[in-house]
């Protein structure tokens, strides 16, 4: 794994500015739609591949959600965040509406934009501005997000956990399907996912996945016009079992996109909402081509030992053009402006080996793991900087040429290496006890590479000792409590007045939790409670003015609750709920004492699905309401942006051949600000969206 450490503080926090479910456990396997779709009797075993063991859900010694593919078919998800709206614990929307892509993700407390994005196991790195990997939802199979420090399974990583997705792969019971898509803001989709076998044997499988989008975005000008964006997106994947006991997935992807419009609201000369894009229809411009291709190679050698390795080599290329505000005049509603260009460069490489024993050792049994994992992250940008005509706030006339900037800012390469060994053993024991200990050592190498005016070099080494230990009681009534500690470690660019490199932070969490399954198997339900802590925060020098050490510390407590719950007569009911009591606990800055930015104390979700039987039979109604509590948008506490509650609705037909289906998200169209930051300007929510789809399987 490798992750970008910047030795450009104020770079990252521009950047930072500029990008500006349910219950965990989800039915799998039945996005073929059978051809009387009902409740199911029992819900099935929802394995987690996210701890590199394939472990059931309930047994799990951690707060684990994992969403499913007919969790997102239902819920009509359109992107990476959308689908992490309903599960407890995380942020998502911080930023508000964003048509790039990009998946603001927060975590128990903890931003994991920058350090918590993976896929099929592996890594997605950031680059140094703009550039990062962007998730095709409709490739998603299921998606586990992980809570807690995870850095004695994954390596560097933030203290609030780690989103993993698993992408489709072929499989010999997939069905083939196209999908057509029509909605609000001139929103067109063609989606396919067609798959098979390309022998007699079925030792050779195949699986293509397709995606085109085209749609405007929710951002308007005076004129009404509406910024474009458009996506295109293909994943070939094939499957070769070389025998009994070896099996090889290659899986590759490329995807392309252009979003022609992200401008920034201005603030009014007193501090408030003025509805005034900052920038210009005809210049904004986010361009990118992602791509990747990997395997996953699996050996059995003998009913022991299994030997696994996941690899993944991953680009992505990006070229942007835009505005930004830069103060008002002090007439008060002229509004200077500056253009910005970026040329930017991604290279990842990843490859994660394992071995995986199952064996008994006299009254134990155990489920052992132990690998090596290694990865290299390559970066470029090219930022640059130009001159751009006022805005009048009271009278905003666009179509103005804006040349393309050509000022060359910053020049500056970056290579990050990572190595990590981990070892990690699940031990059952006294007939219903499991012991989870996990202890990872992991090198860090960071190079930075100015290229400006006065060239210079900046580097950054560290290693650290990362453990995780659990442990839970299985009664026969399907009550599973548990109690777990776990670590994490995130390396910190820059260094202090003396020139020494900054420690990495470190995260610590205590968490206690239950779960419980009824023996009936159509509930699932779940509590935690977590004391999480990450220190070696950098905090201001106060005897070295500009200057910053690792003396800062954050903590995070909280109570999240989760239930999936089969009614029977056709219902099912999901609810989530989360108590967050965040607090800077040690700081030299103005937040010291002060709860942290866009972190609601509370949040609230409930989604109910209904599926008809008798002359009804095939039709569904789904709806959801998602309530996020206050939020302070400055870290000195001063400013307060209001609580509020979100309804989507979803009605849909599903025969063995056929769906069709009408959802909607933020169905009467509630305004709102997820953000108002004052010193990053307004970021009005995400509006209504409605979406109607026809599905043809066979």
Same mark, same amino acid.
């Given at each position: ?404 900037? %050509? *000022?060359? +800012? !910053? $020049?500056? #390469?970056?290579? @990050?290496?990572? =190595? ?105 339900? %779940? *509590?935690? +409670? !977590? $004391?999480? #802590?990450?220190? @070696?925060?950098? =905090? ?159």
């Amino acid at each position: 794994m490798a992750h970008s450490v910047s030795n450009w503080p104020l770079q990252r926090a521009m950047r930072q500015a500029a990008l500006g479910g349910m219950f965990a456990l989800g039915w799998v396997g039945t996005s073929s739609a059978a051809v009387e779709p009902a409740v199911p009797e029992e819900l099935e075993e929802v394995l987690v591949s996210g701890t590199k063991i394939d472990t059931p859900i309930v047994e799990a010694p951690q707060s684990i959600s994992v969403l499913s593919r007919e969790d997102l078919e239902v819920r009509g998800v359109q992107s990476m965040t959308e689908a992490l709206r309903y599960v407890p614990g995380v942020v998502v929307d911080n930023y508000g509406y964003e048509g790039r892509g990009y998946e603001y993700v927060i975590l128990r407390g903890f931003d994991a934009l920058y350090t918590g994005n993976y896929r099929d196991g592996l890594n997605q790195a950031t680059g140094l501005y703009f550039s990062s990997f962007v998730t095709e939802p409709y490739n998603i199979e299921q998606v586990e997000v992980i809570r807690g420090p995870s850095s004695a399974l994954f390596g560097q990583s933030d203290a609030g956990g780690i989103v993993n997705r698993i992408s489709k792969r072929p499989s010999a019971t997939a069905r083939s399907e196209v999908e057509v898509q029509v909605g609000n803001l001139d929103r067109r989709q063609l989606a396919a996912d067609i798959g098979g076998s390309l022998n007699e044997s079925g030792s050779l499988l195949y699986r293509l996945v397709g995606v085109g989008l085209d749609a405007d975005t929710q951002q308007s000008y005076p004129n009404g016009d509406r910024p474009s964006r458009s996506e295109r997106f293909i994943a070939p994947s094939l499957l070769w079992q070389v025998s009994d006991d070896t099996s090889i997935t290659l899986l590759t992807d490329v995807r392309t996109g252009d979003t022609r419009g992200y401008a920034f609201f201005a603030e009014a000369a007193d501090g408030s909402f003025s509805g005034i894009l900052s920038g210009e229809p005809d210049h904004i411009r986010y361009e990118y081509v992602q791509s990747s291709v990997g395997y996953q190679l699996k050996h059995r050698f003998n009913d022991v030992w299994t030997l696994r390795q996941n690899f993944r080599a991953a680009r992505v290329d990006m070229e942007v053009d835009e505005l930004y505000g830069a103060g008002l005049d002090p007439d008060g509603h002229t509004l200077y402006r500056y253009a910005v260009a970026t040329d930017e460069r991604l290279d990842q490489l990843t490859v994660d080996t394992q071995l995986h024993a199952q064996f008994d050792s006299g009254t134990m049994s155990h489920n052992l793991l132990i690998g090596i994992d290694t990865g290299r992250m390559d970066a470029d940008l090219k930022f640059y900087t130009g001159a751009a005509p006022s805005l009048d706030l009271w009278n905003p006339i666009y179509g103005q040429h804006i040349d393309k900037a %050509t *000022a060359l +800012l !910053f $020049d500056a #390469t970056q290579e @990050n290496r990572q =190595t990590g060994v981990y070892l990690q053993d699940q031990i059952k024991f006294g007939g219903n006890w499991m012991l989870a200990l996990g202890s990872r050592y992991d090198w860090v190498k960071s190079s930075t590479v100015d290229r400006g005016a006065t060239p210079s070099r900046t580097g950054l080494q560290d290693e650290a000792l990362t453990n995780r230990v659990g442990l839970n009681y299985q009664f026969d009534n399907g009550l599973v409590p548990y109690v777990s500690y776990t670590q994490s470690f995130l390396p910190q660019g820059g260094r202090d007045v003396n020139g020494n490199p900054f420690s990495p932070s470190n995260g610590t969490q205590y968490e206690v939790g239950v779960k419980f399954q009824p023996a009936s198997g159509r509930s699932l339900y %779940t *509590a935690a +409670l !977590f $004391d999480l #802590t990450k220190d @070696n925060i950098l =905090t201001p020098d106060l005897d070295n003015f500009g200057f910053y050490y690792t003396a800062g510390e954050r903590r995070s407590r909280g109570l999240e609750l989760e239930a999936r719950t089969g009614l029977g007569d056709g219902w099912t009911l999901s609810t989530a709920y989360t108590y967050l009591d965040a607090e800077v606990t040690r700081s030299n800055d103005v937040d010291l004492g002060k709860r942290p930015m866009q972190l609601p104390k509370h949040t609230v979700s409930l989604w109910a699905d209904y599926v008809f039987s008798g002359v009804l039979q095939g039709f569904g109604l789904s709806g959801g309401a998602r309530y996020v509590g206050k939020r302070f948008d400055d870290r000195e506490n001063r400013f307060e942006s209001p609580s509020y509650t979100l309804v989507d609705a979803a009605i849909y037909y599903d025969t063995a051949t056929w769906r069709f289906a009408l959802n909607s998200a933020n169905l009467f169209d509630k305004q709102y600000f997820a953000s108002a930051s004052r010193t990053g300007g307004y970021y009005p929510g995400v509006e209504r969206t409605i979406t109607a789809s026809v599905k043809y399987r066979w």
